[in-house]
C-alpha cells in the first residue's frame, strides 16, 4: 500500500514511522527543516521506554514532487487546515484511494467531504500520543487503540495495514461514538494542559485539577447524550484520567501550540461543545472558560511576560 501523510508534525511524523515498516510512506509538510532532516538523516523516534529508532522514508514540503496514485491519504493537519489538506490530497490519490482523518476535534469528516466524495472518507481516531522536539526528531509520549469507523474490503486493507506496523487497530461501526468518546478526552487534557502549562499526567494526579476537568468532560457528556450519541465508556470522567495515566509524559497537542506562540484546535475541541451545546439547549460554561480562556492566550501570545 502506498501512504501519504499530509501533515507531518508530532502525530503525523509518529503515524509516518510505524507505517513506513509495513507500506511506502511519504511525508508532506511546509516545515522545511524537518522535511530535510527527515531526507538527509532520517526521522529519529524517541520511544515510551527512552530507545531511540531511526526511520527511513519520503518527505516533501512541495507534493508536485511525487508521483500520484497513492491509496490512502491519511490527515494529520490542524482541523482548521481540514479542507485545504483534503484538495492536496485529492490529487494524489489513486483513483479508489482514500482519505482518512485522524485529527482531533469534530468536524474534519464533513470538511474532507466538501472537496472528496462521502463514500472515500474514512473517519478514526487515536489514543497515541506524540511531541516533535526538533527538525527529524519525535518523541512518542503514550499509545493505546487507534479506532477506524466503517466496515468493507478498502476499511479492512487499511486496518492490516495498520496492525502489520504494530498499531493496535480496531474497527467500528458507530464514528460518531468514536469521535465523541476522543473529544470528550481532549476536552478533559488540552485546554487545561494549555493553561496550565503540565504535561497530561500532572492533570490526572492533581486534586485541584479535579474541578474544572470534571465540569468539562461533564458538560461534554451531557450535549453527547442529548444528541444521541453512545459513548464508547461507561464513565467518561474516568476515561480522561486512565488516559493521563497512560500518557503521562506527553505534552498536549494544545500546550505545543501555545509553547510555541501557534493557533490551538480549541474552536473544534471545547468551541465544539459550546456550539452544539447551545443547539440543543445544554449549558456549557466550563467549556466556554476554557474556550475563551485559551484564545485570549492566543491572541496575547507576543505580548507575555516573562
Same mark, same amino acid.
Given at each position: 500500500? =502506498?501512504?501519504?501523510?499530509?501533515?507531518?508534525?508530532?502525530?503525523?511524523?509518529?503515524?509516518?514511522?510505524?507505517?513506513?515498516?509495513?507500506?511506502?510512506?511519504?511525508? @508532506?509538510?511546509?516545515?522545511?527543516?524537518?522535511?530535510?532532516?527527515?531526507?538527509?538523516?532520517? +526521522?529519529?523516534?524517541?520511544?515510551?521506554?527512552?530507545?531511540?529508532?531511526?526511520?527511513?522514508?519520503?518527505?516533501?514540503?512541495?507534493?508536485?514532487?511525487?508521483?500520484?496514485?497513492?491509496?490512502? #491519504?491519511?490527515?494529520?493537519?490542524?482541523?482548521?487546515?481540514?479542507?485545504? #489538506?483534503?484538495?492536496?490530497?485529492?490529487?494524489?490519490?489513486?483513483?479508489?484511494?482514500?482519505?482518512?482523518?485522524?485529527?482531533?476535534?469534530?468536524?474534519? =469528516?464533513? #470538511?474532507?467531504?466538501? *472537496?472528496? =466524495?462521502?463514500?472515500?472518507?474514512?473517519?478514526?481516531?487515536?489514543?497515541?500520543? $506524540?511531541?516533535?522536539?526538533?527538525?527529524?526528531?519525535?518523541?512518542?509520549?503514550?499509545?493505546?487503540?487507534?479506532?477506524?469507523?466503517?466496515?468493507?474490503?478498502?476499511?479492512?486493507?487499511?486496518?492490516? *495495514?495498520?496492525?502489520?506496523?504494530?498499531?493496535?487497530?480496531?474497527?467500528?461501526?458507530?464514528?460518531?461514538?468514536?469521535?465523541?468518546?476522543?473529544?470528550?478526552?481532549?476536552?478533559?487534557?488540552?485546554?487545561?494542559?494549555?493553561?496550565?502549562?503540565?504535561?497530561? $499526567? *500532572?492533570?490526572?494526579?492533581?486534586?485541584?485539577?479535579?474541578?474544572?476537568?470534571?465540569?468539562?468532560?461533564?458538560?461534554?457528556?451531557? *450535549?453527547?447524550? #442529548?444528541?444521541?450519541?453512545?459513548?464508547?465508556?461507561?464513565?467518561?470522567?474516568?476515561? @480522561?484520567?486512565?488516559?493521563?495515566?497512560?500518557?503521562?509524559?506527553?505534552?498536549?497537542?494544545? +500546550?505545543?501550540?501555545?509553547?510555541?506562540?501557534?493557533?490551538?484546535?480549541?474552536?473544534?475541541?471545547?468551541?465544539?461543545?459550546?456550539?452544539?451545546?447551545?443547539?440543543?439547549?445544554?449549558?456549557?460554561? @466550563?467549556?466556554?472558560? +476554557?474556550?475563551?480562556?485559551?484564545?485570549?492566550?492566543?491572541?496575547?501570545?507576543?505580548? =507575555?511576560?516573562?
Amino acid at each position: 500500500m =502506498r501512504i501519504v501523510i499530509i501533515g507531518a508534525g508530532a502525530m503525523g511524523s509518529l503515524f509516518g514511522a510505524f507505517l513506513s515498516s509495513a507500506a511506502e510512506v511519504c511525508l @508532506v509538510d511546509p516545515y522545511e527543516d524537518h522535511v530535510q532532516a527527515i531526507a538527509e538523516k532520517g +526521522l529519529t523516534l524517541e520511544g515510551i521506554d527512552g530507545t531511540a529508532r531511526t526511520y527511513r522514508l519520503s518527505a516533501v514540503t512541495d507534493p508536485g514532487e511525487i508521483q500520484p496514485g497513492f491509496d490512502l #491519504a491519511i490527515l494529520f493537519t490542524k482541523s482548521y487546515l481540514t479542507e485545504s #489538506a483534503a484538495r492536496i490530497a485529492l490529487p494524489l490519490l489513486g483513483n479508489k484511494g482514500r482519505v482518512l482523518t485522524l485529527q482531533n476535534g469534530v468536524g474534519n =469528516r464533513e #470538511a474532507i467531504a466538501s *472537496v472528496v =466524495r462521502e463514500d472515500r472518507v474514512i473517519a478514526g481516531v487515536t489514543s497515541h500520543g $506524540g511531541t516533535l522536539l526538533g527538525p527529524g526528531r519525535i518523541r512518542h509520549g503514550g499509545q493505546g487503540p487507534t479506532h477506524i469507523g466503517g466496515s468493507g474490503e478498502a476499511i479492512e486493507a487499511v486496518a492490516g *495495514v495498520f496492525r502489520a506496523a504494530g498499531i493496535e487497530t480496531r474497527l467500528s461501526e458507530d464514528v460518531d461514538s468514536l469521535l465523541w468518546g476522543k473529544l470528550i478526552i481532549n476536552v478533559g487534557i488540552n485546554a487545561l494542559a494549555a493553561l496550565l502549562r503540565v504535561p497530561n $499526567g *500532572v492533570l490526572g494526579k492533581t486534586p485541584e485539577c479535579e474541578p474544572m476537568m470534571a465540569g468539562a468532560v461533564a458538560e461534554a457528556a451531557a *450535549v453527547a447524550e #442529548a444528541l444521541g450519541i453512545h459513548l464508547p465508556y461507561e464513565n467518561p470522567l474516568n476515561q @480522561v484520567k486512565a488516559v493521563c495515566e497512560k500518557t503521562a509524559a506527553n505534552r498536549a497537542s494544545m +500546550l505545543q501550540d501555545i509553547l510555541r506562540g501557534a493557533r490551538t484546535e480549541v474552536d473544534v475541541i471545547n468551541g465544539a461543545v459550546v456550539r452544539e451545546g447551545r443547539a440543543v439547549g445544554i449549558p456549557t460554561p @466550563v467549556n466556554r472558560f +476554557l474556550w475563551e480562556t485559551v484564545k485570549a492566550l492566543e491572541a496575547t501570545s507576543k505580548d =507575555r511576560c516573562g
